[in-house]
C-alpha cells in the first residue's frame, strides 16, 4: 500500500496558510477538506494540493509528517519551489 505526505495551501483566501497531512490517496482527502469535512484547522478555506511525498510503510510517512508539521522553514522551502 502507498503513503504518503501531503502539504495543501490555501487558495483565493486573505490568509494564507498551509496544512501537512498523511493518507494514503491525496487528492481524494484534497477533496475532503474542500467540503469541509476535512481536518478541524482547514476548514472554511479552500485548497489545492502543492506538495505530496511517497513512502513504503505508514510508519515512514507518519515519522515525515510529524517532522514536516514542526519544521516551519522546510515547509518555506517547499512552497518557494513552486
Known sequence: ???YVYMIRTVNSK??????????NPEKRLKIHNLNKGAK???GHNWELIYKKK???KSEAMSY??????DRKKRKI???KL
Do not use: P
Open 65 to 70: 509528517e510529524y517532522y514536516l508539521k514542526r
Open 41 to 43: 484547522s482547514t476548514k
Open 15 to 24: 490568509i494564507d496558510k498551509t496544512y501537512v497531512g498523511y493518507s494514503y
Open 78 to 80: 517547499i512552497i518557494n
Open 1 to 3: 500500500m502507498k503513503h
Open 55 to 57: 513512502f513504503k510503510t
